[in-house]
């Protein structure tokens, strides 16, 4: 019989098999239809077919015949227990029947695909077989307290009060659960904190941080749990970041007055708190605006450098104002790099910003200093103020730049094309789009 190179594969292979062939293979073993399917994918005739009935009942609906088809796919019993658990839909039985041809104990990988999968009867089955160690389950135990599942928080909790009674690592069971807190801190997650404290878990660990946490996290309900069993609000140890802190740097303001009102101290470690959430964090205009409005700019050794710059980045033009009257009579232009924030505040079209930014230290440091931060450069763009204002089609921000003083105005010229243009200046180019060059 003739070969039809249509209804060939590259490697001699029929692209679909007929049905005649089809029936036959039906009487084979399943094991061996499920070895064939993983070699001749959609090649086995009509979609109403028999066979295609048959292996879509063997893939898909018979957990044993789908444990067999991984086993033969992937090279270990753990490979496939690891891709079926992070599939978007598990299967525990599979999962059971891998588990059965597995020698090796359940490590923390295992256990972490459980977890990221949200399977609490996957989680429950790892944890009730032979478990590589006491130190595994410590990570699964902190990202399921991240995800706030005080279900599989218990299961791990069991699973550590059997080690504890077989008296095996208990260090190790005891610092998982105060980690654990800390995660748990950091969502807010009240319930699982609950859980883990009554099992154990020490607020002071790792120098009392899981407050720190709750304080970012925003939750009050959380806060006053903590705060009541004796957490510190103002530590001694310099290194740690204080919860008023961690509060300022999510710009959680509920969570920053209610701190206040309990003691902690907003002036501590000459202002840090405002300097830090504002260096670490994203703390937004009106979190600023109640550090200012206190005074904790007026500290003795405030550094304002960061806030200055938190300021221009947002574009907080009334809570700017309010800064420099504190910092600009005093504060040298190199120190605090105001060229930072007054590019910043170009590139994003701030116009009041920049404005306040010329204008203050105008005044206060004279033309000379203005043409200076005109004049710069961008350490990476190359680009002036000017420059990024024009980049971006900020059309009120350059105008603004140009009143002060901006030089290079007669340096930049627009090459149109005809998805855009591009922009000269220096000798180097940067892409502009079609709007913003209408916009110029």
């Excluded at 079926?84 to 695909?113: M, Y």
């Excluded at 990570?139 to 504890?164: I, N, R, W, Y």
């Excluded at 007055?257 to 000459?270: K, M, S, Y």
């Excluded at 938190?310 to 800064?323: N, W, Y």
Aim: with cysteine.
């Amino acid at each position: 019989m003739p070969r039809d190179p249509k209804t060939e594969t590259s490697i001699g292979l029929p692209s679909k098999i007929s049905p005649d062939v089809s029936f036959l293979l039906l009487s084979l073993p399943t094991d061996i239809i499920l070895h064939l399917s993983t070699f001749l994918p959609d090649r086995f005739g009509l979609p109403t077919s028999a066979l295609n009935h048959r292996l879509h009942s063997l893939l898909s609906g018979d957990p044993s015949s789908t444990a067999i088809r991984a086993l033969r796919h992937y090279s270990t019993p753990r490979v496939a227990i690891l891709a079926e658990t992070r599939r978007k839909n598990p299967s525990i039985q599979v999962v059971r029947i891998l588990l059965s041809h597995e020698t090796e104990p359940v490590d923390a990988d295992l256990l972490l695909a459980a977890v990221d999968s949200e399977c609490e009867e996957i989680v429950r089955l790892f944890l009730g077989s032979h478990i590589k160690g006491p130190e595994c389950f410590g990570t699964p135990l902190c990202k399921a307290a991240e995800h706030g599942s005080d279900t599989m928080v218990q299961l791990f909790l069991e699973f550590a009060a059997k080690q504890d009674a077989q008296g095996n690592e208990n260090g190790k069971v005891a610092g998982s659960i105060s980690d654990a807190l800390w995660y748990a801190s950091y969502k807010g997650h009240l319930p699982v904190a609950r859980s883990l404290i009554a099992a154990g878990a020490d607020i002071h660990y790792h120098s009392g941080t899981a407050v720190a946490q709750a304080a970012y996290s925003g939750n009050l309900e959380l806060m006053k749990y903590l705060l009541d069993l004796g957490a510190l609000l103002n530590s001694a140890e310099e290194e740690l970041e204080l919860p008023l802190t961690r509060a300022c740097m999510s710009g959680k303001l509920k969570m920053v007055r209610f701190l206040i009102e309990r003691g902690a101290d907003p002036f501590a470690r000459q202002g840090e708190v405002l300097v830090k959430g504002c260096r670490n964090g994203y703390p937004n205009a009106k979190t600023i605006e109640f550090f200012l409005d206190l005074g904790v700019a007026r500290t003795p050794g405030f550094y304002p450098k960061y806030v200055f710059h938190r300021c221009c980045d947002i574009g907080c033009t009334a809570v700017l104002e309010k800064l420099v009257l504190d910092m600009v009579g005093a504060t040298d232009i190199h120190s605090i790099n105001v060229f930072k924030g007054l590019y910043s505040a170009s590139s994003s079209g701030h116009t009041g910003v920049v404005r306040v930014i010329l204008e203050a230290w105008g005044t206060t440091h004279g033309r000379t200093y203005v043409q200076e931060l005109l004049d710069w450069t961008h350490y990476d763009t190359h680009l002036t103020a000017l420059g990024a204002a024009i980049s971006r089609g900020h059309k009120e921000t350059v105008a603004t730049l140009v009143e002060f003083g901006a030089r290079d105005l007669e340096m930049w010229t627009f090459v149109d094309t005809a998805g855009g243009g591009t922009l000269m200046v220096f000798g180097r180019s940067s892409k502009v789009d079609s709007h913003s060059l209408k916009r110029l």
